[in-house]
């Protein structure tokens, strides 16, 4: 079995993560995996990272933690950002920058399970999922000081009026180094989400402005539930998807959407696809992450279910997920392919909900959280044909250190690859809620 992070819309309570699957399974041999970092569940170190890495200039990684057992706060399992550092014959260091809710009430955010993204500075900046102000998560920075101290501060905490509330995803800068990210609840119509900026003011204040409110049409067929993150083109319109609501045969399955920048500040939404039922469709439904676009503006992304394995069981007959591609036409519409339907086989990953990467040679690369050799994951690879068909293949089955990558990797120096599971690992404890199973790890994967 599979999972699933939040296939419903989450609620003023904290976002449950469903219970684990079955005991690992026997040990994977594979020379190509290196793990970096195993969390532990001893009250310092944080535990289950659900977001993806970042690099710095000197080649420090830093990531985010959902849980984090009583490091330093009272207040239980709220999460932490953390710092990787390479040292003598390969070996890494861990340090924890922040543990969150460090005061009761959780001021500070609770929650973490986005990526962190740098400033020229090297500031950290991110999202939590709750905690903040009004309880309903925050923008937060992290600035480094003395003595290789960091100093926490929220820019935005949401739950205030119309605003939306819970971000899942990580944020983007602009030229003008503003922020863009998106709810995936809130807003002025039906808690269907948002998207918004933040825009540095005088005296170190931020300005929030939401500049687009979901389900603004009958039915919600301009989308429903964004839980990834934005990217820009070259002109600066931004791209994402939605989990739910378009234009689906039967139902609302999620879309890939468009917001262009007018007159006035205004933004105007187009919906470039929406995804097709899970009966009858074969394309894929609800995409749960972020894009990534080429040099000829097409459009790749992952769905987390539908595809053409309908005869698996996987997650009740609704399709192992998808990889597609959306392709502009002269007409100003968009037309999807896709590029690979998931099988639960034994081989083949299935339950995608990460973002695709762009490799040099033009190869896609991305994770799904089961299926593989031991039903714990992939880290899989989309390689385009000369006949411009694309070809998968599983560069690496988890399952016998970390298990479940819920995130995507990124690249690294010689074209190494490196991410995070939000189980597994060697510290065989319990870790909060989530069974004997480890506690995460952070990897590197030489393809």
Known sequence: ????????????????????????????????????????????????????????????????????????STYGSNGTVFELSPGAGGKWTEKVLHEFCAVQGCPDGKSPNAALILDAAGNLYSTTQSGGAYGFGTVFELTPGAGGKWTEKVLHSFGSGTDGYFPNASLIFDAGGNLYGTTYVGGTNSNSGTVFELSPGTGGAWNETVLYNFCASP????????????????????????????????GGYGTVFELSPGAGGTWTEKVLHSFNNIQNGLEGVYPWDSLVLDAEGHLYGTTARGGADRNSNCFFNAGCGTVFELMPEANGKWKERVLHSFYNNGKDGYGTEANLIFAAAGNLYGTTEDGGAYDDGTLFQMKRGTDGDWNETVVFSFGQHGIQPWSGVIMGPGGKLYGTTLYGGTSGTSCGDYGGHGCGTVFEITP
Not at 51 to 70: E, I, M, Q, R, S
Request: proline letters at 5%.
């Open 1 to 72: 079995m599979s999972r699933i992070k939040n296939l419903i819309l989450l609620t003023a309570s904290l976002p449950v993560i469903l219970a684990f699957l079955a005991i690992m399974a026997p040990a994977f041999a594979a020379s190509n995996e290196k793990v970096l970092h195993n969390f532990k569940d001893n009250g310092k170190d944080g535990y289950s990272p659900e977001a993806g890495l970042v690099f710095d200039k000197a080649g420090n990684l830093y990531g985010t933690t959902y849980g984090a057992p009583y490091g330093g």
């Open 219 to 250: 039915g919600c067929v301009d989308g429903q539930h964004p839980a990834a993150a934005l990217i820009f083109d070259s002109i600066g319109n931004l791209y994402s998807t939605t989990f739910e609501g378009g234009t689906g045969s039967d």
